[in-house]
Structures are given as structure tokens and as C-alpha cells.
T-cell receptor
């Protein structure tokens, strides 16, 4: 199947700093990618849809100025958590759909904000 | 707004026992349905999917699911579980024409004991 990678797999940062997470589709092109947040023992919550060549679409309640998304190419989307705070600590997962409507998920990025 | 319900949050079974995990969704239109599995420390993987046709779909590792449209359900089954099936299982729904956005259920943590 298709492969989606994420980098870094985990990151620890100080409160107030910004963190960038990359999501890449390795063997297919994705005009759309999705960013999810997963809290411990909970389900995945869709944060935003990343669109290549245009602005991301954010879900209700997600601060677009805090979670900056850039879909730089057909294989790369980045999520930047700006001015991170401890409450932003979470597991962030991206996914990319193939042309068959099947989504493939990245391995996730564990963010810990001290 | 559509929602996905998984009624079993934690399930504990002995090896060789049969498994059925419930999934119900609330949406009257055409949907695509998925079951994903997340093994400890790993990323989400697709178990099986239903788009159309035979409502009984077979997936990997001996799993199957039945789509019952009248009940808005898509329950996951396996006749005989193994210790290696210990994982978290997520049901997900995709609205056709909904921009490829998946809505996930809350997940079911399955523990299989030897």
C-alpha cells in the first residue's frame, strides 16, 4: 500500500516556541492531506484539511493562527504549532488519500510542550 | 453533523474467542465505511472497507464486517481472536462528496489474553 511518513516522530519543546511537523506521501501524490489530533485513549479528531496550492480548511474550534498549515507540494504538507503551550501536547497524525478514496496514515508525531 | 458510535470501549477476550465490535453511524446519505486498527506504538492501518456491493466485506487477518443499511451499522467480527489482535480498533465513515473527510468513532481497546 501507499506510504505516508511524518517527521519528527517525537519532539519536546519549551512553552512559547514553535514546532514544525512534516507529512510526506512517499509513493503517490496527494492534493489533499488531513491533520488529526489524538489525545490519550481517545479517538482522532480532524483538525484541518490541507490543500495543495490553496489555503487549508480548518474544522470548527481549531485556531488557524495557532496551527499553521502549508501544503508546499503534491507530496508535502507541514503543520506548525505556533507559540506552543502545554495544552498543545498531543499526538498529531496526518493522512493522505489516494485516488481510490482510501486514506493512508502517517506514524504520528508526539509533541510534548514543557 | 454526522457521528460515529462505538459502544464497546474496552473489550477483554481469551484467545480463540469470537469477536464482534459494534459501530453505528448517523447519516442518511451514501457513505463509505472503514475499520482501522492501531497496534501499540504503531500507526493506523486499514483493516477493511465498504464502498458498495456485497455488504459482507472481508479484510486482512481474518476480520470481516457487515454493513446493515437499515440499522446504520458496520460491525466488525472475527471468529477466533489471537493474542496479536490486541490493539485499538476504530470505525470511520466517509461521506461521499464530503471531501474525503473521515469521521472516526471513539475507538475500542481490545485486549486478548492467553
Amino acid at each position: 500500500g501507499a506510504v505516508v511518513s511524518q517527521h519528527p516522530s517525537w519532539v519536546i519543546c519549551k512553552s512559547g516556541t514553535s514546532v514544525k511537523i512534516e507529512c510526506r506521501s512517499l509513493d503517490f501524490q496527494a492534493t489533499t492531506m488531513f491533520w488529526y489530533r489524538q489525545f490519550p485513549k481517545q479517538s482522532l479528531m480532524l483538525m484541518a484539511t490541507s490543500n495543495e496550492g490553496s489555503k487549508a480548511t480548518y474544522e470548527q474550534g481549531v485556531e488557524k493562527d495557532k496551527f499553521l498549515i502549508n501544503h508546499a507540494s503534491l507530496t508535502l504538507s507541514t503543520l506548525t504549532v505556533t507559540s506552543a503551550h502545554p495544552e498543545d501536547s498531543s499526538f498529531y497524525i496526518c493522512s493522505a488519500p489516494t485516488s481510490y478514496n482510501e486514506q493512508f496514515f502517517g506514524p504520528g508525531t508526539r509533541l510534548t510542550v514543557l | 453533523a454526522q457521528s460515529v458510535s462505538q459502544h464497546n470501549h474496552h473489550v477483554i477476550l481469551s484467545e480463540a474467542a469470537s469477536l464482534e465490535l459494534g459501530c453505528n453511524y448517523s447519516y442518511g446519505g451514501t457513505v463509505n465505511l472503514f475499520w482501522y486498527v492501531q497496534y501499540p506504538g504503531q500507526h493506523l492501518q486499514l483493516l477493511l472497507k465498504y464502498f458498495s456491493g456485497d455488504p459482507l466485506v472481508k479484510g486482512i487477518k481474518g476480520f470481516e464486517a457487515e454493513f446493515i443499511k437499515s440499522k446504520f451499522s458496520f460491525n466488525l467480527r472475527k471468529p477466533s481472536v489471537q493474542w496479536s489482535d490486541t490493539a485499538e480498533y476504530f470505525c470511520a465513515v466517509l461521506l461521499t462528496g464530503g471531501g474525503n473527510k473521515l469521521t472516526f468513532g471513539t475507538g475500542t481497546q481490545l485486549k486478548v489474553e492467553l
